[in-house]
Every structure is written in structure tokens, then in C-alpha cells.
DNA sequence: CCGCATCCTCCCCGATACTG
DNA sequence: CAGTATCGGGGAGGATGCGG
């Protein structure tokens, strides 16, 4: 994900890569929720993940432009985490794809409870 | 994916789930433009898939309810797949997705040419 | 408090060969 | 023509420990 092999890719495999992986919707979901959260707070909602993935995780929505960073010089040392414009936009293709998810795991008598996070995003 | 632990389960991820992996959303690119597709030619279009890759995808893109598979009893045999309604119903999520991807590919500047397959769902 | 480096494990996927 | 069986490599992600 991190390698530069520029090759011929589809904007639909581009926009599912941004968001792949097995934490970056999980911590989309809890951005889309509120202004701001510290790394610590992000961290204790995600259960189960470790400071790599998260901080690695971040680092690349960072990077492609979903997520802003604001760091702040105190001691002890604080940084917020937020969506960007471009990162809010994302949600409402994301919601109707959750749209399709939910009608189509009724039909396939799939009964599932909604995970704690993305239990909605609006 | 065939694991049968089901757990809580959100509705983004169960249907980003059923397209997950390498093949099954460029077989569905290909499904979506054609009324039915023979297995061979489907294998044509996909260049480089193997065996496996092919009938092990449209196996589980069957049991999820996305593909049909007709069997012609014929000799030779022949076996013609097409996207079943609840299949077809999952392009409108996935090109507002594509959308998304097209923009902020703009945007981030990042020039690439669309693939084969994906070129165009519509 | 926030984040990185290293090592290790698991499973997705490819290669190859074979069958009705 | 339309698949299945088996083996093995590679990369994503987990555990642990260190650093600013």
C-alpha cells in the first residue's frame, strides 16, 4: 500500500484501498462521530488494537488525505485527530453501500447485531 | 470466509466483505455489462486468474447470493454466470463509491488510467 | 502521551497437475 | 469445457519492547 507501483488503477479498487484494511473503517466510524479525539481515546474504542496498527493506520489516512492531524506542543505532549472536508465526503458512499449490506443481510436471513462502531454513521 | 464464526457483524463491512479479495469485483465489473458469460470467457477477460482463483470466487459470489450459475448439460458441457437482482442492486453503492474515488483521485493528483474491467459499471 | 522497530504467524493467492 | 487437489511463497497484521 505504501509501494510506489503507479500501475493503471480503477477510481472504485482506489477508494476501497484508502479505507481497507482491518481498522480504518473502524476508526473512520468513530471520527464520523465527533469533532476531535485524542490518540489515547481513539485507541480505548478501538478494542484490541495495538499502537503499530493505529498509528499506522492513521499515518496513511493522513497521508491520502481523510484524516488531519493537530499537534499540539504541551506537556504532556497532546495530538487531535479529525476527518478532513474530503474525508466527511466519503460517508455517504459508505452509508449506501451499509444501505445495501443491511437489506441484503435480511434477505440471506444472515441475523447479525451491528458492531459497536459502525453501528451508523449519521 | 467460509469460517462459519459469526460474530457482530456491521452491514459496511459484511458487504465489503462479499466483493473483499482479489478477483470477485472485477468479475462483477464484467457480469454487469453482459447479460450472461460463459466460464472460459469469463476467464479470458480476467487476464491472469487461474482455475482456482475463478471457481472459487464465483462459488462463494454464488452462496452470497450475488451470481447465478446455470448448467447446461450439454456435451460439451456449459455453464453460463450471470449477476442475479440482488447482485445487480449493489452496482448503484459501489459506482457512487467510484464516484468518490474518481474525484479525490483528482484531487490528490493522482494520475492513473482506469483499468480494464472497471472502466465504466454504468 | 504518542509512536516506531523487530520479529513472527497465518492465510490469501499463485503454480501445477489432474478429472468428469 | 468446466472445474478440483495439493503445495508453498509472500504480505498483512499481532506481540513485544524501545524512544522522544
Same mark, same amino acid.
Given at each position: 500500500?505504501?509501494? +510506489? +507501483?503507479? +500501475? $493503471? =488503477?480503477? !477510481?472504485?479498487?482506489? $477508494? /476501497?484501498?484508502? =479505507?481497507?484494511? @482491518?481498522?480504518? /473503517? !473502524?476508526?473512520?466510524?468513530? &471520527? $464520523? #462521530?465527533?469533532? *476531535? =479525539?485524542?490518540?489515547?481515546?481513539? @485507541? ?9 496498527? &493505529?498509528? %499506522? ?9 481523510? =484524516?488531519?492531524? +493537530? %499537534?499540539?506542543?504541551?506537556?504532556? !505532549? #497532546? ?5 478532513? @472536508?474530503?474525508?466527511? *465526503? ?5 452509508? *449506501?453501500l451499509s444501505e445495501w449490506g443491511k437489506t441484503h443481510m435480511d434477505r440471506m436471513q444472515t441475523q447479525s447485531p451491528y458492531c459497536?462502531?459502525c #453501528?451508523?454513521? @449519521?
Amino acid at each position: 500500500m505504501e509501494k +510506489e +507501483e503507479r +500501475e $493503471a =488503477v480503477c !477510481p472504485l479498487k482506489y $477508494a /476501497l484501498n484508502l =479505507v481497507g484494511g @482491518k481498522w480504518k /473503517l !473502524p476508526i473512520i466510524c468513530i &471520527l $464520523a #462521530r465527533e469533532e *476531535s =479525539v485524542r490518540y489515547n481515546s481513539l @485507541k480505548r474504542k478501538l478494542c484490541g488494537i495495538t499502537n503499530m496498527m &493505529l498509528s %499506522q493506520s492513521l499515518k496513511e489516512l493522513e497521508e491520502n488525505g481523510i =484524516v488531519h492531524r +493537530e %499537534q499540539y506542543n504541551e506537556i504532556p !505532549p #497532546r495530538v487531535e485527530y479529525s476527518l478532513t @472536508k474530503e474525508g466527511r *465526503s466519503i460517508l455517504e458512499p459508505l452509508d *449506501s453501500l451499509s444501505e445495501w449490506g443491511k437489506t441484503h443481510m435480511d434477505r440471506m436471513q444472515t441475523q447479525s447485531p451491528y458492531c459497536r462502531e459502525c #453501528r451508523d454513521t @449519521k
